[in-house]
Structures are given as C-alpha cells and as structure tokens.
C-alpha cells in the first residue's frame, strides 16, 4: 500500500486507512519510533502499563532479591541526613 505525505498546519502527515487502524489496533494516543529509514507506529502504553505483570515474573523467576545488603541499608539511613535536617 502507498499514499502521500500531505501538509496538515505547519506540519506533514499521512492518512491511515481505517481498516489498516483496525487491523493493527491503533486509537488514541501511538508511539512513533525512527529505525533506520523506517517510521515505526505502535500502541501508545499508559505509563507503568503492564509492571504488575513484571513484577510477579520477576518474583516468580527470583530476579527480585536486594542488591543492597540491609544491615548496610540500616547504618546508611542512620548516619545520612537530608540537607538543613536538623540532627
């Protein structure tokens, strides 16, 4: 399928036949990504989409554990104050 660059305002677009949007399953907000001489359109996530999910196959895979032993996180958050903290 081909179509046209066109100006829209002071800018340029393009128009994407309804079917193709349907096929895909674009609406709303869409993430635009240049590869090479490539645009690349897909579905726009909703900030923190699907971290739930990762979450729990982290847990599941073990790939949750500290990386900060917590006797170091204990004697770092005693001695650090915040800036004009009174002691």
């Known amino acids: 399928m081909k179509t ?10 393009i128009r ?5 949007l349907e096929q895909c399953g674009l609406s709303g907000t869409v993430k635009l990504e240049v590869k090479g001489d490539r645009l690349i359109i897909s579905k726009g996530r909703k900030p923190r989409e699907g971290w739930a999910e990762d979450a729990k196959r982290c847990h599941a895979n073990g790939d949750d554990k500290l990386l900060w032993p917590e006797d170091m996180q204990d004697s ?9 903290q009174k002691g």
């Open 4 to 13: 046209e660059i066109i100006p829209i305002g002071n800018s340029k677009g």
């Open 16 to 20: 994407i036949p309804k079917v193709v």
């Open 76 to 84: 770092f958050d005693d001695e650090w104050q915040w800036p004009g």
